[in-house]
Structures are given as C-alpha cells and as structure tokens.
C-alpha cells in the first residue's frame, strides 16, 4: 500500500541587527487548516545564516518526511538547491569553487540531510512584498531579535 507524504507549505525568514549582530530567525508550518508559527534568537549571527537556519528548524519540526513547499525571499538559500550549487559543494568536499571551504558549511550540510528526508520545492518569493507569511515571518524574526536583546 502506498501512502502519500502530508503537504506541508512552509515560509521561512532571517533577520540580522547589523551584518554581522544579534540575529532572528522564524518560520510558518502551514498543514491543512492547521498554521504553526517558530521563532528563535542568536546574539551574533549573519543574515544568510539566520535564512538558513530559519529553513533548518522548520524542516526540523516535522514529525515524519514530508513533500514540502519551502517559500523564501532568500535568493542565497533557494538558488542553492534550485541551480545545484549545495550538488557542486557536497561532490567538492565542501568546497567553492576557489577551493575554499563553503561559507555556512556546517547548515549547508543540515540543510543537505534534511533534503534527503523531507521532498523540498525551493521557492522563492519577493521579501517585504505583498505575501502575508512572509511578512509575518519578517515581523516574527525581527521580534525574536528584539526579545533577545
């Protein structure tokens, strides 16, 4: 008997006080009726690592692999699955294309796992546009960043 995965539409969002600085992450789990807001702090991060870690938690809060709509306004996170630069930096030990080690190296690599579990569609979507989750999770980073201050 087969059974088909859940659908679960995720929008993720980062935010950072300062490049680096105190950082927030959140995300929206969207399945069925049912929405589930996550949020969380880091007292000194990146932009680009509170996007992929945003990506990570929600992945991570799934009970059982999933197919997944994963909806984000960071061109860094989505292009690397959709124009197989994470396929390029796992078959090259890790490495870019200068032969340095890939930057954020240690989420690439969760965010690679957490791909082989869960069937991901990388979307991209236009950040501080007119998509209500991704504004709401925008406000929900921002928000963790100013209660962890």
């Not at 991060?45 to 929600?58: D, F, G, H, S």
């Not at 306004?73 to 989505?78: F, G, M, N, T, W």
């Not at 870019?96 to 190296?105: D, E, F, W």
Request: glycine fraction near 8%; charged fraction near 25%.
């Amino acid at each position: 008997m087969i059974t088909l995965r859940p659908q679960v539409e995720i929008y993720t969002d980062g935010a950072c006080s300062g490049n680096p600085g105190p950082g927030g992450w959140a995300a929206i789990l969207i399945f069925g009726e049912h929405e589930k807001e996550i949020s969380g702090f880091e007292p000194m991060t990146t932009n680009q690592r509170m996007e992929l870690t945003a990506a990570i938690r929600a992945l991570e809060s799934l009970k059982r692999p999933c197919r997944v709509r994963l909806y984000s306004d960071s061109a860094y996170l989505v292009n690397a699955f959709n124009l197989g630069w994470l396929d390029n930096w796992r078959r090259n030990g890790w490495l870019n294309a200068r032969k340095q080690p890939v930057s954020n190296g240690d989420l690439w690599q969760r965010l690679a796992e957490l791909a082989e579990i869960h069937q991901i569609q990388w979307i991209k979507v236009q950040g501080h546009s007119d998509n209500k989750y991704n504004n709401r999770c925008d406000v929900l980073a921002r928000a963790a960043i100013e209660s962890g201050r």
